[in-house]
């Protein structure tokens, strides 16, 4: 069997020995709670309520918590759509401004190009004409070489 030991007076097991332990604590308990609902003035104390009463308001209490919840994320995520919405035209704004911009300024270079070959071409047209190149003629006595040395001779 188990131990025996004297608790207040008495041989009593282990086991008796705990339950006793766990006995007191719970009247401790009991008349801590009754002092202290004593204490406030009846008015003041909360009507009682069974259990079914008071998990129906408990229920009720969950469900408007959840409604209230949902309402929450549903209000996030409209609020989340509109900024995607509004980052969306941002960018698509940006996107159009960026097309016009480069737009002109291929529209630019093309002028410039343009106001370019018709410079060139001007200033080709103020040119003096050349005349075909004349062929330089010797003179008679020159006009037969026997060699490259015998011009080189006549030259120099």
Known sequence: MGRTYVVLGEW???????????R???????SISRALRLSVPPEAR??????????????????AARAAAKQRRDLLKAEIMSAVQEVAREERTAARLEAERLRAEAKTARTYAQEDARAAAKFERGQPTRSASKRKTLANEKRK????????????
């Open 12 to 22: 009593c097991s282990v086991n008796d020995a705990k339950q006793e332990a766990r």
């Open 24 to 30: 007191t604590l719970r009247t401790e308990r009991v």
């Open 46 to 63: 909360p009507a009682p309520v069974n259990r079914r009463d008071w998990l129906r308001q408990r229920k009720e209490q969950l469900q």
């Open 145 to 156: 070489l026997v060699s490259y040395a015998h011009l080189l001779r006549m030259r120099g």
